[in-house]
């Protein structure tokens, strides 16, 4: 995937409303062609067709509550119900797209580190019968286990998600602020309430192939899928391959380089 010169300065626009608005849109990178092995690819991982070691999984909760969510199953047999699923860098297909030159032009743009790596590459989907509503949050802080917090996520829709379907929500230029707590995750209602977040949301629509780029600081969430079609997408977290783990309860593993040399690391996160 190679970058023309009007490609190059288009590119310099989007990074430079990323780093005001804390998000910006790349607009359709992924084929068709593309997105069909993709999505194939992640109904076979769900229905159990494909297997690699170690994968994450979690199942949607019934009621579409987030507090309703249940951690530690696992593999629960084959469904197209989860919600979350990582750990995909270990599929051919996966990894081809997340290391694909486009996207290491932007990672090198936004991570001043020789060495790249991934905190994560995960799908996150909205099943037909709804998903979960997900509460404002950030990615980053004390409750990601690093010694740094990463500043970039590449998110690919492989299906359409209008704003019926539970699409990604910002409050926009809310990275520029930084945590809103040192623990990071879930917001707390008083501070959604304080920053007006209900009344400033800016949904963020996406054709199925459109890609965003989403700072971790950046406040999002997203809500339940009434489209009765599935809502799913694969996001990546860049970051520096000089960060290491401070989580002392579990021993420390490395962290998957993309560009550069290998990597120490911590164990999965919960959010």
């Known amino acids: 995937m190679l970058i023309s010169g009007a490609a190059e300065m288009e590119l310099e626009t989007v990074l430079a409303h990323y780093a005001a608005h804390g998000w910006a849109r790349l607009g359709k990178v992924a084929s068709n062609e593309t997105l069909s092995a993709l999505r194939a690819r992640t109904d076979d991982v769900m229905l159990g067709r494909v297997t690699y070691p170690g994968l994450f999984f979690q199942m949607d909760a019934a009621t579409g509550r987030y507090d309703d969510l249940t951690f530690g199953e696992g593999y629960e047999g084959p469904s197209l119900e989860y919600r979350k699923i990582e750990k995909l860098e270990q599929d051919p297909l996966f990894w081809a797209w997340l290391t694909n030159p486009l996207f290491e032009r932007i990672a090198r743009a936004c991570i001043a580190e020789p060495k790249i790596a ?75 309430r304080e920053a007006q977040a209900e009344a400033r949301r800016l949904p963020l629509p996406a054709r199925a192939g459109e890609v965003l780029l989403l700072h971790n600081y950046l406040w999002h969430r997203s809500g339940r899928n009434m489209t009765g079609a599935a809502r799913r997408a694969f996001t990546v977290c860049y970051m520096s391959g000089a960060t290491r783990c401070t989580r002392k309860r579990r021993p420390p593993r490395r962290f998957v380089p993309v560009w550069g040399g290998l990597t120490d690391g911590c164990e999965d996160q919960k959010a």
């Open 118 to 192: 991934i905190y994560r590459a995960v799908l996150f989907a909205k099943g037909a019968r709804g998903g979960s509503q997900l509460p404002w949050h950030q990615d980053a802080g004390v409750f990601w286990g690093l010694d740094r917090d990463p500043p970039l996520q590449i998110w690919t829709a492989l299906d359409d998600a209008p704003e019926a379907a539970g699409c990604v929500e910002v409050l926009t230029g809310s990275h520029v602020h930084g945590l809103a707590t040192r623990l990071g995750g879930v917001v707390p209602e008083n501070l959604v």
